[in-house]
């Protein structure tokens, strides 16, 4: 039998209809983290997400089994990027300071750039089917457990809890500052603000790790 090589190896290029359909279940989720972010899950209906899409809300069920489907998908996609981009920085920075820059840094940019997404994080999980439900708690598991790897380093002597509480007030600052930041504004950050202010963010969430 011969093997795939050169040219035969690569893959079909996609067909505009497949480029199409994917950037509409792209623009349909981020659709759908936006609306329950802001107005909550129980009360955006599937004809609001498709509303603002521009298609029908019957239309979704070619991408989504419904809209419990579109919860499940959202935050599982969430907690694989957020946990990809901490494996990543795990992998790639091995000097404890850098990490722990790199990993503000990283929580920072997602928490700036999709505060509706963490209102649903927080308020949306009893919500999920509980497969989605368990998933998403153990990457969340995976994901903090890079954080305490790293900060256990430059604060060996915490106990688990110190070293819990320690992780998630720094994610608290982050998350929080971001989201109020949206209501102080009335309206989503511009570019530029989220430019000035994600170093000062950052700046508050290193010496909350610092701090002894």
């Known amino acids: 039998m011969s093997s795939m090589t050169g040219e035969g190896a690569r893959a079909k290029p996609k067909t505009r209809r497949q480029t199409e359909k994917e950037q509409r279940y792209r623009d349909l989720l981020e659709t759908a983290g936006r609306l329950f972010g802001t107005y909550g899950y ?40 957020l946990l990809d981009g901490g494996q990543q920085i795990q992998a790639n920075y091995p000097e404890v300071d850098e990490q722990i820059d790199q990993l503000i840094d990283f929580h920072v940019e997602f928490a700036l750039g999709t505060p509706e997404i963490i209102r649903v994080q927080e308020q949306e999980m009893p919500q999920l089917l509980e497969a989605d439900r368990e998933t998403v708690r153990r990457m969340q598991r995976d994901y903090i457990g890079i954080w305490g790897e790293a900060i256990k380093q430059i604060h060996p002597g915490l106990t688990k809890v110190q070293l819990r509480t320690r992780i998630h007030g720094v994610f608290g600052l982050i998350n929080s500052t971001a989201h109020s930041m949206k209501h102080a504004y009335r309206r989503q950050p511009s570019p530029e603000e989220v430019a000035e202010s994600a170093p000062v963010l950052a700046t508050m969430a290193r010496a909350a790790i610092d701090c002894r």
Do not use: C, N, T
């Open 42 to 81: 129980s009360s955006v209906a599937l004809d609001d997400i498709g509303s603002e899409v521009g298609v029908s809300g019957q239309a979704i069920y070619r991408h989504f089994k419904g809209k419990q489907d579109m919860l499940g998908r959202l935050l599982v996609d969430i907690s694989e990027k």
